[in-house]
Every structure is written in C-alpha cells, then in structure tokens.
C-alpha cells in the first residue's frame, strides 16, 4: 500500500466523523418516518389526503432505505461511491417531493402538502451534511 492511498484511507475514516453521523441521522428519521407509514397509514391517510397504499409502500421503502444505510455507516471506512449514491439519491427524492406536492395539491390535503415539503426540507439537510462530510473525507 502505498503512502499516498494509506493517508487517504486514513482521512476519510477521521473525516467521515460528519459523513458518518449525516447517515445514521438521515437513517434514524427515514426508519421513523417508514415505521410511521407502515404503522399509522390508515390513520393518516384522510387528514394528509394521500392514499394508504402509497403510505404503506413508501413506508417499506423507507424501512429499507434505513436498513442500508445503518449498514453503510457501520463501515469502518465509508465507500465513497456508496455515500454519492446516498447524496444523490436524496436529491433526487428531494426534487420528486416537491414535484409531488406541486402535482397532487389538488389531492393532498393543505397538511399532507406541508407534511411532503417538511420531510423534502430534511432530506435536503441530509443531502448537504453527507456532502460536506463526503468532501472533508478527501
């Protein structure tokens, strides 16, 4: 191993200290979120206008979602590719909520609409904390 690669190893295990924390966070409120779809989806379906169908199955996701990236942050070193997978993978959920909530605001309820653009909101602070700790891990 040459010195070069050995120094990179090392930063992005002390740098990833926000990375690290950035995806047991964005897994700690996806699986509470999941949970919350999965467990709750016939009560919650009326007041935010949304189907229980898509709540359920969005919940599912989110479980899973969660699954994997307590896994990727239980690495001892994160594989960069699989944190851009995460960052760009939370834009792109960012940009379909909107999306979403701009499409069905005739069916989303003014709270289901402010429920979607909350949780779009915090995915874009997990999006940017992984960014920054992806970048200070160089």
Do not use: H, K
């Not at 007041?47 to 239980?74: D, H, I, K, M």
């Amino acid at each position: 191993m040459t010195a070069i690669s050995l120094a990179r190893i090392t930063a992005v295990r002390d740098g990833g200290r926000l990375l690290r924390f950035a995806l047991r966070l964005d897994a700690a409120g996806s699986g509470g979120l999941g949970l919350l779809g999965l467990v709750a989806a016939a009560s919650l379906a009326a007041p935010l206008g949304a189907a229980e169908s898509g709540l359920r199955a969005t919940g599912a996701f989110l479980l899973g979602y969660a699954l994997v990236l307590v896994l990727l942050a239980a690495r001892p070193v994160i594989p960069r590719t699989g944190a851009w997978v995460v960052v760009l993978g939370n834009t792109a959920w960012v940009l379909g909520s909107i999306g979403a909530a701009v499409a069905g605001r005739d069916e989303f309820t003014g709270l289901g609409v402010a429920v979607v653009l909350a949780q779009a909101a915090a995915v874009a602070v997990f999006a940017d904390l992984q960014w920054i700790g992806l970048r200070r891990a160089r």
